[in-house]
């Protein structure tokens, strides 16, 4: 008991410590492009080519428990940034539609990581209408393939979806001094 006790928190503690690592996707996932973001009983969304994001309706609940609960349908679940250099910042926006019948409430969205901050709307979503979830990645210290994730807690059944960004950071090249004189930096 003891020792699956260790073993739990052990996997707990890595993955956290990875969720913004350097390369936080397997090679299989970074040449397939099969990211599914979406939680159970969602329908998966695959990714034929890993440049080009999702672009089919995906609903990230369903509302099994409650068929009036809110429910939220985003266009995408997964947006692939490409490569960028280092120290970019990238912003995306994941648009959602409230598919239940009754208002859409937004508890909290939070980011997998400290380089990744998220807003929603803190107004409800009445049904039939659509949402945003901006998303802003910054890349300083990052360094080769990246997925942050953010979780959002909200009225549906099951509460809680997830979305997440995708792409790979390179190093950034920095001029050395030369002939010229020192390199003056902004």
């Known amino acids: 008991m003891k020792k699956n006790l260790i073993y ?15 390369n936080t996707a397997t090679d299989a996932e970074a040449t397939t492009g099969n990211d599914v973001a979406t939680t159970a009983p969602a329908t998966e969304t695959t990714v034929d080519n890993p ?3 999702t672009t089919e309706p995906t609903t990230a609940t369903t509302a099994a428990a409650n068929p009036n609960a809110p429910a939220m349908t985003f266009k995408e679940t997964v947006y692939d940034f490409g490569t960028v250099k280092q120290g970019e910042v990238v912003n995306h926006t994941f ?3 409230n598919t239940g019948k009754e208002p859409l409430i937004i508890e909290n969205a939070s980011a997998s990581c400290g380089c990744t901050v998220p807003e929603w709307p803190k107004t409800p979503v009445a049904p ?5 979830i901006k998303v802003q990645f910054n890349s300083t210290g990052k360094y080769g393939q990246q997925a942050p994730m953010v979780t959002i807690r909200a009225n549906t ?3 809680i979806t ?3 960004l995708k792409g790979t950071v390179e190093a950034s090249t920095i001029p050395t001094a030369g002939a010229e004189g020192p390199v003056k930096r902004n």
């Open 51 to 53: 440049n080009i994001a």
């Open 8 to 22: 739990t928190f052990a996997m707990a503690v890595a993955l956290m410590a990875t969720s913004c690592n350097e």
């Open 128 to 132: 039939g209408k659509t949402g945003e």
């Open 162 to 164: 997830q979305v997440s």
């Open 157 to 159: 059944e099951p509460n």
């Open 95 to 97: 648009t959602f539609t």
